[in-house]
């Protein structure tokens, strides 16, 4: 069944060469570092079609979070509501940025 792991003492021994300008395997090897694999990890999902998605700093996503709840606190006093619609729109920008989509309206 493909995905499923047989047994533990399975080793990948087969290799294959591959041919790449100096600048194709630097770009490869900084996406695999993004994305907290080897170079052989990355060129395997690569080959199986598979989408590699880049490792996400815990401690980033908790700032984050405590940065999300604070706002949404002040969304709830009148004073402060307008410059938190404001800072959650620029909030949502650089994250949709970052993410590579489009940011969408500010609710």
């Known amino acids: 069944m493909p995905g499923s792991r047989r047994s ?7 290799q294959t060469q591959l041919r790449l300008y100096p600048e194709e395997r630097d770009r490869y090897a900084a996406e695999a570092a993004v994305a907290g694999l080897t170079l ?6 690569r080959l199986a079609q598979q989408h590699v998605v880049a490792r996400v700093d815990a401690e980033l996503i908790n700032e ?11 969304m709830h006093k009148p004073w402060l509501a307008q410059d938190a619609r404001r ?12 993410g590579g989509h489009p940011a969408g309206p500010a609710r």
């Open 8 to 14: 533990e003492k399975r080793r990948r021994s087969a």
């Open 40 to 45: 052989a990890a990355l060129a395997r999902k």
């Open 64 to 74: 984050l979070r405590r940065i999300g709840g604070l706002l949404k606190a002040a």
């Open 87 to 98: 800072a959650l729109a620029e909030i949502g920008a650089a994250i949709a940025h970052l």
